[in-house]
């Protein structure tokens, strides 16, 4: 409120002039006639027929109890807009109660949204409604006291008031007007206070569903974020594959075409010919081996033994590979696991002066166990800082640390032991049922 | 000697084409998917295709399925299959079929035009010839007792003789001599119990062997 900064005392915000106290009021009485609908329309129709035989008031009782229902999305979206459009409040809808129809309703009695709601309309609301009403009276009745001092001679002998033309009178009754009056704002905010409590409790979504929901969605939209990586992973392998390339294949054609057709070329050119041959080829090797390890087509068409195996055979070390991984996991998962293997390699490589190493891929229900685990020197830190050992750290999202982040972007869990003097098993388990 | 090329890229099935034809081959058909790529088999009838490995429309292992197809259709044509990757499950599968006329190489091996040509003719003469890479990842993969008694020397020339090459290919290749790549052939044959009949035939029975298949 623009006119009642916060530091103003809450006395003066709670005059009977202030605007708070006018926005209450406004507010609280507003609600009344809402708050009453409920039961005005659960009784309206025994005021027009009252029946005496059982099956008719069960019967009747049945549709007062489907007016209500149907009555009360109309009234819990109303009573929503008055705590915005009044107060500022903002109730949020709750998708599972809003978005039905009665059917949906009736199929599902049980919902706690549902009862919730019920609770405002039916209990809490016609108390609401008594202290709203009350706050109408103070301030009615705040207003005639005041002044009755102005109309209290003309009051006819029969009132309760008459006569009231004794000074000493008037002035107890103006008193208790004023004292009204002051008061009327208090009891408007108290039951605004509860109003706004018991509407953002009962009519907008519960706490504990909400958080459920949202972690369900999270985890949703985590789902398809680390899906959307992986199919952007393989349409940059496939870009690379159809583009760089080829045109890399063919430019070495060229050259290694040049190098063995062109006569009576000056040696020097020759020289210049036969290092950019070589130069392209060896942009190649480069090349395809970063192609490969963002993602082998392989493992789309033959699965994670084929895709493993030629992982295998690249390292320059005796590796036993185990895969039973039938069923398929999904393409993501498989993503994952060959890229456990393939950077555990790598580090196995670079780091722990192994002479074996032992690779199992193994599906077990829903979870696919991924081990490595080398003869080497031991002393690797997950945390990606430098091991004890020579240091197999992670520089910037590869390594160790890079494949914890990926395993657990499907929800894997990924260890690894590593003594110092070996053997160091990174183990890693990936959910199957995404 | 009659070819047919089977490649997606224009770039690279132009530059083919222009190897092969400066190279005295004779390219029949040049075509863009494996679809075309059976037809153009069964209608020029050539001594050897050349077939990437993948093509449309899936852009997978389609140049690896229409080899086998045309194994089982036209036996007599020879396939040399290019990759980008060679995978040791796909030459499992290419060889399993049958040793005689199959090639798989690294597409890179064709910028070095004399060793791609050499691999060519001697896939399109029933031979084969194998990527060093795909050798290795089969060795890896095969360590099995009869191999086992050999001794590392003699798993080298095992390895390259798998890779298709001669005697003498393989003396070069290895820097021995001639006489020596005899001796250790023999040890092979004798260790993994080869008969004795005409020559080039226990040749791949040894590499079968080695390739974990039965004869």
Same mark, same amino acid.
């Given at each position: 409120?623009?006119?009642?900064?916060?530091?103003?005392?809450?006395?003066?915000?709670?005059?009977?002039?202030?605007?708070?106290?006018?926005?209450?009021?406004?507010?609280?009485?507003?609600?009344?006639?809402?708050?009453?609908?409920?039961?005005?329309?659960?009784?309206?129709?025994?005021?027009?027929?009252?029946?005496?035989?059982?099956?008719?008031?069960?019967?009747?009782?049945?549709?007062?109890?489907?007016?209500?229902?149907?009555?009360?999305?109309?009234?819990?979206?109303?009573?929503?807009?008055?705590?915005?459009?009044?107060?500022?409040?903002?109730?949020?809808?709750?998708?599972?109660?809003?978005?039905?129809?009665?059917?949906?309703?009736?199929?599902?009695?049980?919902?706690?949204?549902?009862?919730?709601?019920?609770?405002?309309?039916?209990?809490?609301?016609?108390?609401?409604?008594?202290?709203?009403?009350?706050?109408?009276?103070?301030?009615?009745?705040?207003?005639?006291?005041?002044?009755?001092?102005?109309?209290?001679?003309?009051?006819?002998?029969?009132?309760?008031?008459?006569?009231?033309?004794?000074?000493?009178?008037?002035?107890?009754?103006?008193?208790?007007?004023?004292?009204?009056?002051?008061?009327?704002?208090?009891?408007?905010?108290?039951?605004?206070?509860?109003?706004?409590?018991?509407?953002?409790?009962?009519?907008?979504?519960?706490?504990?569903?909400?958080?459920?929901?949202?972690?369900?969605?999270?985890?949703?939209?985590?789902?398809?974020?680390?899906?959307?990586?992986?199919?952007?992973?393989?349409?940059?392998?496939?870009?690379?594959?159809?583009?760089?390339?080829?045109?890399?294949?063919?430019?070495?054609?060229?050259?290694?075409?040049?190098?063995?057709?062109?006569?009576?070329?000056?040696?020097?050119?020759?020289?210049?010919?036969?290092?950019?041959?070589?130069?392209?080829?060896?942009?190649?090797?480069?090349?395809?081996?970063?192609?490969?390890?963002?993602?082998?087509?392989?493992?789309?068409?033959?699965?994670?033994?084929?895709?493993?195996?030629?992982?295998?055979?690249?390292?320059?070390?005796?590796?036993?590979?185990?895969?039973?991984?039938?069923?398929?996991?999904?393409?993501?998962?498989?993503?994952?696991?060959?890229?456990?293997?393939?950077?555990?390699?790598?580090?196995?490589?670079?780091?722990?002066?192994?002479?074996?190493?032992?690779?199992?891929?193994?599906?077990?229900?829903?979870?696919?166990?991924?081990?490595?685990?080398?003869?080497?020197?031991?002393?690797?830190?997950?945390?990606?800082?430098?091991?004890?050992?020579?240091?197999?750290?992670?520089?910037?999202?590869?390594?160790?640390?890079?494949?914890?982040?990926?395993?657990?972007?499907?929800?894997?869990?990924?260890?690894?032991?590593?003594?110092?003097?070996?053997?160091?098993?990174?183990?890693?388990?990936?959910?199957?049922?995404? | 000697?009659?070819?047919?090329?089977?490649?997606?890229?224009?770039?690279?099935?132009?530059?083919?084409?222009?190897?092969?034809?400066?190279?005295?081959?004779?390219?029949?058909?040049?075509?863009?998917?494996?679809?075309?790529?059976?037809?153009?088999?069964?209608?020029?009838? #050539?001594?050897?295709?050349? /077939?990437?490995?993948? *093509?449309?429309? $899936?852009?997978?292992?389609? !140049?690896?399925? @229409? %080899? +086998? &197809?045309?194994?089982?259709?036209?036996?007599?044509?020879?396939?040399?299959?290019?990759?980008?990757?060679?995978?040791?499950?796909?030459?499992?599968?290419?060889?399993?079929?049958?040793?005689?006329?199959?090639?798989?190489?690294?597409?890179?091996?064709?910028?070095?035009?004399?060793?791609?040509?050499?691999?060519?003719?001697?896939?399109?003469?029933?031979?084969?010839?194998?990527?060093?890479?795909?050798?290795?990842?089969?060795?890896?993969?095969?360590?099995?007792?009869?191999?086992?008694?050999?001794? #590392?020397?003699?798993?080298? /020339?095992?390895?390259? *003789?798998?890779? $298709?090459?001669?005697?003498? !290919?393989?003396? @070069? %290749? +290895? &820097?021995?001599?001639?006489?020596?790549?005899?001796?250790?052939?023999?040890?092979?044959?004798?260790?993994?119990?080869?008969?004795?009949?005409?020559?080039?035939?226990?040749?791949?029975?040894?590499?079968?062997?080695?390739?974990?298949?039965?004869?």
């Amino acid at each position: 409120m623009a006119t009642t900064p916060a530091t103003v005392p809450r006395a003066r915000a709670h005059a009977p002039w202030s605007a708070t106290a006018w926005r209450d009021t406004a507010f609280v009485a507003s609600g009344v006639p809402l708050q009453v609908a409920g039961w005005l329309i659960a009784v309206s129709l025994w005021t027009v027929w009252t029946p005496e035989k059982a099956v008719k008031i069960l019967l009747l009782a049945g549709a007062s109890v489907v007016l209500v229902l149907l009555a009360l999305r109309p009234l819990t979206s109303w009573q929503r807009e008055r705590c915005w459009a009044m107060l500022g409040l903002h109730i949020p809808r709750m998708p599972g109660f809003d978005d039905g129809n009665l059917r949906d309703t009736l199929r599902d009695l049980r919902s706690p949204e549902l009862w919730r709601v019920l609770q405002y309309h039916m209990v809490a609301g016609p108390f609401l409604a008594l202290g709203g009403l009350g706050v109408i009276a103070a301030w009615a009745s705040g207003a005639l006291l005041t002044v009755s001092g102005v109309y209290g001679w003309a009051l006819p002998s029969s009132s309760p008031m008459s006569p009231i033309t004794h000074p000493a009178r008037i002035a107890v009754l103006s008193g208790a007007g004023v004292l009204l009056l002051a008061a009327a704002p208090w009891a408007a905010a108290g039951v605004r206070l509860l109003d706004a409590r018991a509407a953002s409790a009962l009519l907008g979504p519960d706490r504990a569903r909400e958080l459920e929901r949202r972690v369900e969605d999270l985890a949703e939209k985590r789902a398809s974020v680390v899906d959307a990586a992986d199919l952007e992973r393989r349409r940059i392998e496939r870009d690379l594959h159809d583009g760089a390339q080829q045109r890399l294949v063919s430019l070495a054609l060229g050259l290694g075409l040049a190098r063995e057709t062109l006569s009576g070329v000056p040696d020097e050119a020759m020289q210049v010919i036969v290092e950019a041959h070589e130069e392209a080829k060896e942009a190649l090797t480069e090349l395809r081996t970063l192609v490969r390890g963002l993602h082998p087509a392989v493992l789309e068409d033959r699965g994670l033994d084929a895709a493993l195996s030629g992982v295998a055979a690249r390292v320059p070390l005796p590796v036993r590979l185990r895969v039973e991984a039938e069923p398929r996991a999904s393409s993501t998962v498989e993503a994952v696991a060959y890229f456990v293997v393939s950077e555990a390699l790598t580090n196995v490589v670079k780091h722990a002066r192994a002479t074996q190493v032992d690779v199992a891929v193994i599906r077990r229900g829903d979870v696919l166990h991924v081990t490595v685990t080398d003869d080497g020197a031991g002393g690797a830190d997950p945390s990606g800082g430098a091991g004890a050992s020579g240091g197999r750290g992670a520089a910037g999202g590869t390594g160790l640390a890079g494949l914890a982040r990926r395993v657990r972007s499907v929800d894997g869990t990924f260890r690894i032991t590593s003594p110092a003097g070996g053997p160091t098993t990174v183990t890693v388990e990936l959910p199957c049922a995404l | 000697m009659r070819i047919v090329i089977a490649e997606d890229s224009v770039l690279l099935r132009a530059g083919l084409i222009k190897l092969l034809e400066t190279s005295g081959f004779e390219v029949a058909a040049a075509v863009g998917e494996a679809g075309g790529l059976l037809a153009a088999v069964r209608e020029h009838r #050539p001594d050897a295709a050349i /077939v990437d490995v993948r *093509m449309p429309p $899936g852009f997978t292992d389609e !140049g690896v399925r @229409a %080899a +086998l &197809v045309m194994r089982q259709e036209s036996p007599e044509v020879a396939v040399l299959l290019l990759s980008q990757y060679v995978e040791e499950r796909y030459a499992a599968e290419l060889l399993a079929a049958s040793t005689r006329g199959i090639g798989y190489l690294l597409k890179d091996r064709v910028a070095d035009v004399s060793v791609f040509l050499d691999a060519l003719r001697r896939v399109a003469s029933g031979g084969t010839a194998l990527d060093p890479e795909v050798v290795s990842q089969l060795l890896l993969r095969r360590h099995r007792d009869p191999l086992d008694r050999l001794t #590392p020397r003699e798993k080298e /020339v095992l390895a390259v *003789m798998a890779e $298709g090459r001669s005697n003498a !290919g393989i003396a @070069a %290749a +290895l &820097v021995v001599s001639e006489s020596a790549v005899a001796k250790h052939i023999n040890n092979i044959f004798a260790k993994l119990d080869l008969p004795h009949t005409e020559g080039d035939h226990r040749r791949v029975l040894a590499v079968l062997r080695f390739l974990d298949g039965e004869p």
